[in-house]
């Protein structure tokens, strides 16, 4: 091995998960095969994130290069687009899924309790836990359309007009950032908390065909959420503290 890819290995062994998948989010894919947590987690350093799953990581430096010599979509480049585009595309792409789909998942998750309990006890559970996160939702999705979102805009539009910002808007951020953050870790440990009850989503043999949806859709919902966490407490966040 060259001094120099020895070089590069150290410095991403320096990086948090969450920055690596920053600067390329091909690479959330690797992360996602080892049971990374690339979004809530993301603060965590890839070096130790490996000695925490016992993973090599040499081979996890290998698969990361693999990903990122994959062919790119220049629309994912998320860290290069401005912070209104990015809050924008937030709002359109994951906060509709979520306007569009919570409520039904939840539906789904209390009726399989319902019919499958007396076999199935952790779905009842499912439904507890999935129901307190479509609750806590409403209030976080507002906070960020209502209040982050819109102080990003107007001290983005003041920083590029060479105006100073409003102290309220800078007070506003910081104070949503500080809430938007721990209510992310609530509900990224709630998710998890899910996947482990429905054992990685594994369909038992003696379920309903409303079963197997509902555990569809809670793995969809896994999904577009690490995305959103992902969008905003490794790119979005910091940008927003930046400035």
């Not at 001094?3 to 290995?9: D, G, S």
Request: aromatic share 6%.
């Amino acid at each position: 091995m060259t001094e120099t890819k020895k070089l590069q290995e150290k410095n991403r062994g320096d990086k948090t998960i969450g920055e690596i998948v920053a600067e390329d989010y091909r690479t959330a894919a690797v992360f996602e095969r080892n049971g990374i947590d690339f979004c809530c987690g993301g603060q965590v350093l890839l070096s130790a994130a490996c000695r925490e799953k016992g993973l090599d990581p040499g081979a996890i430096e290998g698969e990361i290069e693999a990903a990122k010599s994959a062919p790119s979509l220049r629309s994912e480049n998320y860290a290069a687009w401005a912070l209104p585009f990015l809050a924008d595309y937030i709002v359109n792409t994951h906060h509709t899924y979520l306007n569009e789909n919570t409520a039904q998942i939840a539906a789904y998750a209390r009726k399989i309790g319902e019919v499958h309990g007396a076999h199935h006890p952790e779905t009842i559970e499912i439904a507890g836990i999935f129901d307190k996160i479509a609750a806590d939702l409403v209030d976080h999705l507002r906070e960020e359309e209502e209040v982050l979102f819109p102080a990003i805009r107007r001290l983005n539009a003041a920083r590029l007009a060479g105006a100073t910002p409003e102290a309220g808007d800078r007070a506003a951020i910081r104070d949503s950032l500080a809430k938007l953050h721990k209510e992310h870790e609530a509900i990224g440990d709630a998710v998890h908390a899910i996947r482990h009850l429905a054992g990685d989503y594994e369909i038992p043999e003696d379920v309903c065909n409303t079963f197997v949806v509902t555990y569809r859709k809670l793995k969809e919902f896994e999904d577009d959420l690490h995305k959103h966490v992902h969008l905003e407490n490794n790119i979005l966040f910091p940008k927003a503290a930046q400035i």
